[in-house]
């Protein structure tokens, strides 16, 4: 693909006979082998299912201390591999390392689900998870590189968050959790937004903070729109995640969030992130407006992303920009049937939407060629 598009450049005058072979040169050096990867990872796959068959056929008749030591052996021995690789010699195979934190990471979860079933612990799940991020956690923060160990950190986070705001479970003495916790606790993952941003500018491993950054950013979009669609069924009114101490709780964590962003990114990036968080966070805000209106729902759903969107276009995040706009013309359709009380209501409303999607479009194709570059600073 590459060599096409190099020939291509070349003939149009852009790049000139030296540049390209410099540019072949490179990429032959730094050229990843995806089908011995696969390979790899395909025989792994096969060996790790083979162990587990082997195992799951003599489950019950293993001691279960037994399994709990060769449990924590394996995981020792992928540790003190961990720590004896020179980060100079993982940074030759980053792939490599990669895969070994993530099936070490793994390897911590599933040995406190293992500890648990062989002493019949019934610790809420949320302890467990938050123990894996106090032992784990800087392992990974250390040591990952790409989207395997910020997804697996971040969703760790995010499992913890939400199973520590069950609101069921007492704290401090009383007969469930405050709703001003439950807000904070699930408000929590936002937070690694200004994390990422914040250590981009000060370690060498920005593919990794990039990832938490994004995933931080996601999370904020990502809640904010499912509070915008819940507020149209009138659960506004509700306790613990839909109360309004808890929303005012998650408003306040998505601001300073913002806030952290504007700060820890400097120049249009950063603006642009932050801006988008804030409006994440004001949608929660502006929900308990709603009342049970599946129109002001939509609208404000859609205004959410039409937040993303020009956010995007200041940010230069070309993909960004167009998953904003899709989000906004699947939107309107849903929300013609939702507003259709009959066939021919919901035809017309169809025939709307799609003259509204059309000239969507239209406008985002002329803003994203005017405005948006090919690919800009990342989200």
């Not at 062989?118 to 990974?140: I, K, M, N």
Request: net charge positive; glycine share 12%; with cysteine.
């Amino acid at each position: 693909m590459i060599g096409r598009k190099l020939s291509a450049w070349q003939r149009a005058g852009l790049l000139d006979e030296q540049t390209v072979v410099a540019i072949r040169a490179y990429e032959a050096d730094h050229a990843r082998p995806l089908a011995l990867w696969a390979a790899i990872g395909i025989g792994a796959l096969a060996i790790g299912l083979g162990l587990v068959s082997v195992v799951a056929a003599n489950w019950e008749d293993i001691p279960g201390r037994l399994r709990l030591a060769v449990h924590f052996a394996a995981l020792a021995g992928l540790a003190a591999l961990l720590w004896r690789v020179p980060r100079a010699r993982a940074d030759d195979r980053p792939w490599m390392q990669e895969a070994a934190l993530f099936v070490f990471g793994v390897l911590g979860l599933t040995f406190f689900g293992h500890l648990g079933q062989v002493y019949q612990t019934s610790a809420p799940l949320w302890q467990p998870l938050s123990l894996w991020l106090v032992l784990f956690g800087p392992v990974l923060l250390l040591r990952g590189s790409s989207w395997l160990t910020a997804i697996l950190f971040a969703g760790v986070i995010v499992w913890a968050s939400w199973g520590f705001a069950d609101p069921v479970r007492t704290q401090f003495g009383a007969d469930r959790r405050p709703d001003v916790v439950i807000g904070l606790t699930t408000a929590l993952p936002v937070l690694l937004a200004p994390l990422g941003a914040w250590m981009r500018e000060r370690d060498a491993r920005d593919g990794f903070w990039c990832r938490l950054e994004q995933l931080g950013f996601a999370y904020a979009i990502g809640c904010a729109s499912l509070v915008a669609v819940a507020s149209g069924f009138g659960e506004m009114d509700g306790d613990g995640l839909f109360s309004f101490g808890a929303q005012m709780a998650q408003v306040i964590v998505g601001l300073a969030a913002a806030a952290l962003l504007v700060g820890a990114r400097r120049g249009r990036s950063g603006q642009a992130l932050g801006g988008a968080v804030a409006g994440a966070a004001l949608t929660i805000l502006l929900s308990r407006m709603i009342g049970d209106s599946q129109l002001a729902a939509g609208i404000l759903f859609m205004a959410l992303w039409v937040g993303v969107a020009l956010a995007a276009l200041y940010g230069g995040w070309r993909g960004v920009f167009q998953l904003a706009v899709a989000a906004v013309a699947v939107r309107l359709v849903i929300l013609s049937f939702e507003l259709a009380s009959d066939l021919l209501t919901s035809g017309f409303g169809l025939i709307l939407a799609g003259l509204l999607i059309f000239g969507i479009a239209w406008a985002a194709v002329r803003l994203s060629r005017r405005l948006a570059p090919e690919r800009g600073e990342g989200a």
